[in-house]
């Protein structure tokens, strides 16, 4: 097992074209009615157990390098990962809907970001997001080190 990279990564993911539902670009500050009203507007009508998945999923998604057009390759077990950093069940609606209020192009799993390059991002995103952590003992932060080629130093 290979530890990845460092990666300093000291500005906000910019993404074209995001959901009109008057969200900040910090995922942690979204609040539950931004949160419905993109679920509403993704017609994304499965699985969403909490407000706070829809926000660790938008960290971790942030924390990625966004390309113009969705991933058509290699797939990742994107929830997994999530799951995984934030130590917290995240369904793959979850993710959908936070990669739509950030403004990313794609569908689950292919959306438009570097897949060859992930960046495990900072545990500091988590701060201040309730849910984090909360399922631990069930969801390890290294199980899947071996996906991500950076690791993020700042947040």
């Not at 500091?124 to 390890?140: C, S």
Request: aromatic residues 8%; contains cysteine; charged residues 20%.
């Amino acid at each position: 097992m290979t530890a990845p990279q460092t990666h300093d990564k000291t500005t906000d993911m910019q993404t074209p074209n995001p959901i009109k539902t008057g969200s900040p670009m910090n995922p942690r500050d979204w609040t539950n009615d931004q949160i419905g009203a993109a679920i509403n507007l993704t017609a994304s009508n499965g699985l969403h157990e909490h407000p706070d998945c829809v926000r660790m999923a938008g960290e971790w998604l942030a924390a990625q390098t966004p390309t113009a057009r969705p991933n058509a390759g290699r797939v990742h077990p994107l929830k997994h990962l999530v799951e995984n950093w934030c130590g917290r069940y995240v369904s793959s609606n979850d993710v959908e809907v936070a990669a739509h209020m950030l403004g990313i192009k794609g569908r689950y799993p292919y959306f438009a970001f570097k897949t060859g390059s992930l960046v495990l991002p900072s545990a500091a995103r988590l701060k201040g997001i309730g849910q984090a952590f909360t399922q631990a003992d069930t969801y390890k932060p290294n199980r899947y080190i071996d996906s991500y080629k950076f690791e993020e130093v700042t947040a």
